[in-house]
């Protein structure tokens, strides 16, 4: 993630809500981030063997303080007010765990479309259902569980069908707070992304099944 990470950086000390507690987990990185990482001395740097982004996302839930929560992976960028307004979305609706805005998908310079994201889907704003455009609330993983390290690229996905599943709020934000880049790398996420899927949505039709007390 080095060629993206200091601008994801910048995108965050620019947000227009300042109490924030930043931190970066390093999950087994070979590249230079750590060194960029060492230029912004107020981000704390914990750093783990690779074991993939749930795990890492939720090594940084665990090491963090706040109230809500809020992810970025190092290639996508907050627009300045992302955070102030799911705070205020959060703060003015008590029963929900969870918010998420509408992103925007942008090409790196000579990079083209990939397949699977439509011509309408790079031009418009899009339902930001990634970690980047997300925010919970700290008491939302006591109600729901952690992210599922057993999935490596649609671990956030399951946590939000879990959410759902079990009766709880989710708000959606019309505006657009993150920008969603693509680039090189992520054709391969994508593709294990699309395959857990599968798995995770055969999960949310048993629970629901269960729930129903269907056999």
């Known amino acids: 993630g080095e060629e993206f990470l200091s601008q994801t950086l910048n995108s965050v000390l620019a947000q227009s809500w300042t109490s924030l507690e930043v931190v970066a987990v390093d999950d087994g990185s070979t590249d230079g981030s750590l060194d960029i990482l060492a230029r912004y001395p107020w981000v704390r740097v914990l750093r783990q063997c690779n074991a993939g982004p749930a795990a890492a996302r939720n090594v940084g839930v665990a090491a963090t303080t706040g109230e809500y ?48 994201l439509t011509e309408h889907q790079l031009h418009h704003p899009q339902p ?58 992520n054709q391969q996420y994508q593709s294990a992304a699309s395959e857990e899927l599968v798995q995770v949505v055969r999960r949310s039709i048993l629970r629901k099944r269960s729930a129903r007390g269907d056999r």
Do not use: N
């Not at 939302?140 to 709020?169: C, V």
């Open 128 to 185: 930001g259902m990634t970690p980047s455009a997300m925010m919970m609330r700290r008491s939302a993983f006591g109600l729901i569980g952690i992210f599922d390290e057993g999935l490596r690229a649609a671990s956030d996905t399951d946590w939000l069908f879990r959410a759902k599943d079990r009766g709880h709020t989710v708000i959606q934000l019309a505006t657009v707070a993150v920008r969603h880049r693509i680039h090189g790398q």
């Open 69 to 116: 929560i809020a992810f970025l992976d190092q290639d996508d960028l907050w627009e300045p007010g992302k955070t102030r307004a799911q705070v205020g979305a959060l703060a003015g609706d008590p029963a929900a765990v969870c918010v998420h805005s509408m992103q925007q998908y942008f090409l790196e310079p000579g990079v083209p479309r990939p397949p699977w």
